[in-house]
Every structure is written in structure tokens, then in C-alpha cells.
């Protein structure tokens, strides 16, 4: 079952706009990984932030988290046609026995015009 | 470094078959997760393996097994295949033992398996 969801599911702009994303999700977690997949390939890493912090930046991106209402949002600044893509919030929730078990929303399809 | 890398990337299979789906990882990663992706049910969790042993384990039928080799590869089987199998299999590996610590998981670039 899906942890989460993702707002909004999708999202269509101009090239050079800022791109915001919002993720959903039900449990405690220990991590929240966002990911971006192009069509038909597989999924590739972009971000990691663990629960004890609120806000992170690579590049482009910048993630922030809000354990207290269980969500996050990741924001991609001064957006490119070749940003066009999936993008998904993993979850890795508290658990005894989590070893590397992810629970995915549901995603949002991204559009970048040029 | 390579990458976590699947084979075969494309395979069509008839119902009632069955399917090995083969999984190396990142090298020096013990942990290999399998997913599967759907347009109706998105991304779920199949199964993961650390050290030949199987970890954890999603919801799915017994019909999808795995094993992991002393040399941390993984195969993932699916028998008396069904329409819905029909899916994105993606494999995954992480280095880290336990994801208490935040460990960054890679992906392989998937297997397409169509059940005719």
C-alpha cells in the first residue's frame, strides 16, 4: 500500500519557473528519499534528509521536512525542459526490522516547457 | 562504480509461465531490495535481502520468490505468471545494514516483463 501521496499528482510549467512538489505520508519515518524517473527508465536518487533535520539543498533542489505533519516538499529552482519527469517521495519507516524497505507515493508527473 | 545493473531490460512472457529476473548490485552493497511498478498500484515493495537472507517482505503472493548469492546478486522469480504481472521490476541495493542510519538506496534501470 502506498505510505503516502503527492501533490499535485501533475504539474506542467515554463522552462526557468520553479517547480514545488509536496509528499504525504501516514508513519514515523526515519528518512525520506525523493527520487525522479524519466519515462520507462528507472528511478534515480536526488535527495536524501533524515528525520531530525528540516531542510536540505543539492544544486537545483532544495527539500525540507516537517515531521510534525508528516510531510515534505522538494523544490526544484529555475526549471529546464530536461527536468521533464517523475518525481517520487520514499519513505523509510521506524521499525525493528526496517533494513532498506521503502514505501513510495504516488508521484508527480512533471512538465517543463520550453 | 558501477551502477546497480538488471537483466534482461525487456522480456515477454505467456501466462502460466515462468520468469528470473537477475539483480547485480552496487559493488561492496550486501542489501538488494526488489520493486514493483504498476500504472494502477504505483511502486511496492517486494522483498529485500541482506547476507543471503531474506529481510523483509511486501504483500504479494508466494508466487514471487527471491534469493540472494554469497556474491550479493539477486534473482527474483515469479511463476505461473498472470496478466497482472505484467510490470516494471526494479531492483535496488544500499550499503548501509539497517535504514535507521539514512542510507541512501540506488536503483538499476529495471526489467520490463509483459505476461501475453
Known amino acids: 500500500s502506498q505510505q503516502g501521496e503527492e501533490d499535485p499528482q501533475a504539474l506542467s510549467i515554463q522552462e526557468g519557473e520553479n517547480a514545488t512538489m509536496n509528499c504525504s505520508y501516514k508513519?514515523?519515518?526515519?528518512?525520506l528519499q525523493w527520487y525522479r524517473q524519466n519515462s520507462g527508465r528507472g528511478l534515480v536518487h536526488l535527495i536524501l534528509?533524515?528525520?531530525?533535520?528540516r531542510e536540505k539543498h543539492s544544486g537545483r533542489l532544495r527539500v525540507t521536512l516537517d515531521t510534525s505533519k508528516k510531510s515534505s516538499s522538494l523544490l526544484i529552482t529555475a526549471s529546464r525542459a530536461a527536468d521533464t519527469a517523475s518525481y517520487f517521495c520514499a519513505t523509510d519507516r521506524i521499525n525493528n526490522n526496517a533494513g532498506n524497505m521503502l514505501t513510495f507515493g504516488g508521484g508527480t508527473r512533471l512538465m517543463v516547457k520550453p | 562504480k558501477a551502477g546497480v545493473t538488471q537483466t534482461p531490460r525487456y522480456l515477454i512472457k505467456t501466462r502460466g509461465q515462468q520468469v528470473t529476473l537477475s539483480c547485480s548490485p552496487i559493488s561492496g552493497h550486501r542489501s538488494v531490495s526488489w520493486y514493483q511498478q504498476t500504472p494502477g498500484q504505483g511502486l511496492q515493495f517486494l522483498f529485500e535481502?541482506?547476507?543471503?537472507?531474506?529481510?523483509n517482505k511486501g504483500n504479494f503472493p508466494g508466487r514471487f520468490s527471491g534469493r540472494q548469492f554469497s556474491n550479493s546478486r539477486s534473482e527474483m522469480n515469479v511463476s505461473t505468471l498472470e496478466l497482472g504481472d505484467s510490470a516494471l521490476y526494479l531492483c535496488a541495493s544500499s550499503s548501509i545494514q539497517t535504514g535507521n542510519s539514512g542510507n541512501t538506496i540506488y536503483f538499476g534501470e529495471g526489467s520490463w516483463l509483459t505476461v501475453v
Open positions: 534528509i533524515r528525520s531530525n533535520e
Open positions: 508513519t514515523s519515518i526515519n528518512n
Open positions: 535481502y541482506f547476507s543471503e537472507t531474506q529481510r
